[in-house]
């Protein structure tokens, strides 16, 4: 007899959500300068700090309101093009 759920179903069930969350993004019909602005924020709640400064790093490039070499209190000042490309797997 099973009781609960699997850490995998458990899994899956996140992961679902999170795909419906994003359907209801698309469903309410962004550009694609939007979907960057939306990317930029979530990353800003990331908890992660290391992750944060990475994805917001990233992120920055190819957002158009913000210069990419803006300074911000997120900006880690030794992250480089290869700390991107290696977040990226390039």
């Known amino acids: ?3 609960g759920k699997t850490q995998t179903e458990k899994d899956v069930t996140s992961i679902q ?3 419906d969350i994003v ?9 694609e300068q939007q979907k ?3 990317l930029y924020f ?4 990331v908890e992660n700090r290391q992750l944060l400064e990475k994805l917001t790093l990233l992120l920055k490039l190819y ?3 913000i ?7 997120y900006d880690n000042k030794e992250s480089t093009t290869k ?3 290696k977040l990226l797997g390039m």
Do not use: A, C, H, Q
């Open 23 to 31: 359907k209801e993004i698309i469903k309410f019909g962004v550009t």
């Open 63 to 65: 957002r158009s309101k």
């Open 67 to 73: 210069k990419p070499n803006e300074e911000s209190e």
């Open 42 to 45: 979530l990353s800003l709640e």
């Open 36 to 38: 960057l602005d939306v």
């Open 83 to 85: 700390d991107i490309k």
């Open 1 to 3: 007899m099973k009781i």
């Open 17 to 19: 959500e999170s795909r």
